[in-house]
T-cell receptor, first 117, second 118 residues
Framework: KQEVTQIPAALSVPEGENLVLNCSFT??????LQWFRQDPGKGLTSLLL?????REQTSGRLNASLDKSSGRSTLYIAASQPGDSATYLC????????????????FGQGTILTVHP | DTEVTQTPKHLVMGMTNKKSLKCEQH?????MYWYKQKAKKPPELMFV???????INESVPSRFSPECPNSSLLNLHLHALQPEDSALYLC?????????????????FGSGTRLTVV
């Protein structure tokens, strides 16, 4: 059974710091990994999608890496800002035995990030 | 259009009421999902529709009844809910993957419906 773990559970940093959020998964048989951001009481906003064949993806101040063989992904946030404060979730789309077509995401528990001025 | 739209944003209902949550997407995605999220927890999958057919029911109580009228719409009908059903209900869409894993797509989530059962 696929399990996804995110470390740390919470992180508080001063504005301007570079930071790294970690995600690990137990089964390397995945199609892709997706990082989401969630503001309190809101839906999930997709930040980055990494295919299993890719090593990293970048969008603005965000960079996500994927090491499928070791079951790890990191989300790097450069020059953090108070507006980055949110919960960050990683989710893997595991390969399905039997060829089912819908793909069931497995989520980590999230990292709560607070960036203070 | 790259959005998933959910209505209403907030809903308060009594335990004897019948209500419906609605979800709409116009990205041409053929897989749609209902998730339930409790405070400080990740989303939990409830239902999956693939090509307008129910593919997964994660042992959800029958007081939750999903419906997929067409490829753009997904409804969740609610009846005789309990206070513990209060949560954020999220809709998502994606493309189904090919039987050999071709076409690996990400998910797009809506902003959710905050449901309170009184």
């Amino acid at each position: 059974k696929q399990e996804v773990t995110q470390i740390p559970a919470a992180l508080s940093v001063p504005e301007g710091e570079n930071l790294v959020l970690n995600c690990s998964f137990t089964d390397s048989a995945i199609y892709n990994l997706q990082w989401f951001r969630q503001d309190p009481g809101k839906g999930l906003t997709s930040l980055l999608l990494i295919q299993s064949s890719q090593r990293e993806q970048t969008s603005g101040r965000l960079n996500a890496s994927l090491d499928k063989s070791s079951g790890r992904s990191t989300l790097y946030i450069a020059a953090s800002q108070p507006g980055d404060s949110a919960t960050y979730l990683c989710a893997v789309r595991p390969q399905n035995a039997g060829g089912t077509s819908y793909g069931k995401l497995t989520f980590g528990q999230g990292t709560i990030l607070t960036v203070h001025p | 259009d790259t959005e998933v739209t959910q209505t209403p944003k907030h809903l308060v209902m009594g335990m004897t009421n019948k209500k419906s949550l609605k979800c709409e997407q116009h990205m041409g995605h053929r897989a749609m999902y209902w998730y339930k999220q409790k405070a400080k927890k990740p989303p939990e999958l409830m239902f999956v529709y693939s090509y307008e057919k129910l593919s997964i029911n994660e042992s959800v109580p029958s007081r939750f009844s999903p419906e997929c009228p067409n490829s753009s719409l997904l409804n969740l009908h609610l009846h005789a809910l309990q206070p513990e059903d209060s949560a954020l209900y999220l809709c998502a869409s994606s493309q189904p993957m090919g039987l050999r894993g071709e076409g690996s797509y990400g998910y797009t989530f809506g902003s959710g419906t905050r449901l309170t059962v009184v």
